[in-house]
Every structure is written in structure tokens, then in C-alpha cells.
């Protein structure tokens, strides 16, 4: 299960409607519970899809920018536990290619930007080779 807090759903809906037709990405920082399997969000941090050919419809991170917020999340006591990107004017359901790079144990928000308005978004979890659709605990 993800915890949330609405006000890093609203920064990723910003950035999201500000990339606009492409797609944004970033990591989402937080802490891990693995015994319940409660991943907690606490910070969301933008990074630069390096797909610039077909940003409309893919994006790739940076190894460089994965350590660069590796290190960031380690100086204020957090962990990577996630990662977020937006599906312009598409639904908000992981692709073929998000499948492909996706790790257990990580949060995957998808947030559906349509014509440049920021829809709906869910958060999603590989189970076995699958994604599942995660349960979500937005808090104000
Ligand atoms: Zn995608």
C-alpha cells in the first residue's frame, strides 16, 4: 500500500500539465515498512526524461540523476520507494516499456495528463511478472 499526502499528487499534477504533450518523470521519496509492505511518501523529486525523441509516449531516467537522488534521499533519511510519471492523453495503465524496467517493492504513479489537464492517476505495483493496481492512502 502507498500513503500520500494530497499535496505531492497536486506537485506531480503540476509538473505533469507543465511538461505537456511529454511525458514527466521523477522519483518519489519516502519510507519503507516491509513488514507490512507499507511504503509511505514523503517528498517528490523531478528529474529529466532523457527520451527526447519520443518523450510523448516514453521516458528514461538518467543513471546519473538515479544517483544524484539516491544521494539525496540518503542525506534526509529516505529511500527511494517509488517512481512517477505521466501518460499524456493516454490512460493512466502502465505501457509494454513501463512493465519492462519496473522492480518489485517500488510504487509506480501513473498520472494521465489529458490535453494538457491533469485526470487521473493510480499507483501501481509488480506482483510476480504483473503490474497490480496498488491501494492507495491519500492523507490531507
Ligand atoms: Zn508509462
Known amino acids: 500500500m502507498l500513503k500520500i499526502k494530497r499535496e505531492l499528487i497536486n506537485q506531480i499534477a503540476d509538473q505533469g500539465e507543465k511538461g505537456y504533450p511529454y511525458e514527466i518523470c521523477g522519483f518519489i521519496l519516502g519510507k519503507i515498512d516491509y513488514e507490512n509492505n ?73 498520472m494521465s495528463i489529458n490535453k494538457g489537464k491533469a485526470g487521473d492517476w493510480r499507483s501501481w505495483e509488480l506482483v510476480g511478472e504483473k503490474f497490480e493496481q496498488e491501494e492507495v492512502n491519500q492523507i490531507d
Not at 512517477?84 to 493512466?92: A, S
Open 38 to 110: 507499507i511504503r509511505e511518501a514523503l517528498e517528490v523529486y523531478q528529474v529529466e526524461n532523457q527520451n527526447k525523441e519520443r518523450a510523448n509516449d516514453r521516458f528514461e531516467i538518467d543513471p546519473k540523476d538515479y544517483l544524484k537522488v539516491e544521494e539525496y534521499a540518503d542525506s534526509k533519511g529516505l529511500q527511494i520507494i517509488g517512481i512517477y510519471h505521466t501518460h499524456p492523453d493516454h490512460p493512466d495503465r502502465p505501457s509494454q516499456t513501463d512493465l519492462m524496467f519496473a522492480q518489485p517493492d517500488m510504487s509506480y504513479i501513473i
